[in-house]
């Protein structure tokens, strides 16, 4: 009853900031103004929770929003994001090593601490494998979910007044169309059996990627081509969004604004590895520049691709594209630690 007092008061507080940000038509107005008021009431101690099944119900309908992106047209232009995939290797571990120097040399971490805070993705897991192997546990995970805070709160804006980028017109309406009651079906099926098919086989963000991957193979494979109503599309903003602010429930701004700072330089220098990649191989590789540079942003594999849903910004590709990186991260960071971690001990002696 508690957990389900503390969830309405925090969809409650994030839904005045989401419909103030959407009156005010700001980019991914609902997920934004939803994430900045929780942020401000959970580090001004107000007591805010986003239950957990819950998110992962939303969750589960943004995979499903993510595999509508995709369609017959997806398998050609697959054959071109092969260069994207190495752009996204090499951006990972150039990246990660530029990070893990910097939070070395300027934010005086420990080896290890520095190791996984340094990960461009997959906060719980650095966060449970970092505090596992000595790495100080709370300044892992408070730089990773201020890293996604950070994209989150800039990227749309920089898009809409930085470089005047007006995204792809929402086609969809509000609550949807009766003629679209069979395909809305199907994806319902796919949800269903992505979030099953994801937990038995283990993947990561299952709740996301099973339902995402179930959905582009529905779409790829021509059986429909709806898209859910916009309505589900602000409701996940909205939960998501606030369950972002209400991880900074119990910090103090004064206690950690040092290290917010540090995840700010060390986010920017990763943009701008992904935005120096994408001009240069944009081209080549048949995506815009904007596409390339939310790809390898490190930002939430959720959060990015409601920002490239939201914006209509080469969908399909980022998905893609963030599926592969969180997928990579989770599966080879820890355990390229084991082979390096005799060297990270020697470091901190």
């Not at 103030?20 to 994430?35: E, N, Q, T």
């Not at 805010?48 to 992106?69: D, E, H």
């Not at 582009?216 to 606030?242: C, E």
Request: hydrophobic share 55%; glycine share 12%; charged share 10%.
């Amino acid at each position: 009853m508690q957990d389900t007092k503390r969830t309405i008061l925090a969809l409650i507080v994030g839904g005045i900031g989401g419909a103030l940000f959407f009156i005010a038509d700001l980019p991914l107005a609902w997920m934004l103004g939803s994430m900045v008021f929780s942020t401000v009431a959970a580090l001004r101690g107000v007591n805010l929770a986003v239950n957990g099944t819950l998110r992962k119900i939303m969750t589960a309908i943004l995979g499903v929003m993510l595999g509508s992106g995709f369609s017959t047209d997806t398998f050609a232009a697959m054959g071109r994001w092969s260069g994207g995939l190495l752009l996204l290797l090499v951006s990972v571990a150039l990246s990660m090593g530029i990070v893990y120097l910097f939070y070395r040399r300027i934010g005086k971490f420990d080896p290890v601490t520095a190791y996984f805070s340094a990960a461009p993705g997959g906060l719980n897991v650095m966060y449970e494998v970092g505090e596992a192997k000595g790495g100080h546990g709370p300044t892992i995970a408070l730089i990773h979910a201020s890293r996604i805070l950070i994209l989150v709160m800039t990227v749309p804006l920089i898009f809409r007044y930085g470089v005047g980028f007006v995204g792809a017109d929402q086609t969809v309406s509000l609550f949807g169309s009766i003629q679209d009651i069979a395909g809305d079906g199907w994806l319902l099926l796919a949800a269903l059996i992505g979030y099953v098919g994801g937990y038995l086989c283990r993947l990561p963000a299952y709740h996301l990627m099973g339902p995402l991957l179930a959905t582009a193979v529905v779409q790829m494979a021509g059986i429909t081509d709806v898209s859910p109503p916009m309505i589900l599309v602000y409701a996940s903003q909205l939960v998501i969004g606030t369950a972002i602010g209400a991880r900074f429930l119990g910090t103090r701004f004064r206690d950690i604004r040092r290290v917010i700072g540090l995840s700010f330089v060390s986010t920017t220098l990763m943009v701008l590895i992904a935005a120096v990649f994408a001009y240069f191989f944009a081209e080549s590789i048949g995506v815009s520049i904007a596409g390339i540079i939310l790809a390898l942003s490190p930002g939430g594999l959720a959060e990015m691709s409601l920002v490239a849903l939201a914006l209509g910004i080469d969908v399909a590709f980022v998905s893609t594209m963030h599926v592969i990186r969180i997928s990579l991260i989770i599966a080879l960071v820890p355990m390229a630690f084991t082979g390096i971690e005799r060297i990270l001990t020697k470091q901190a002696k």
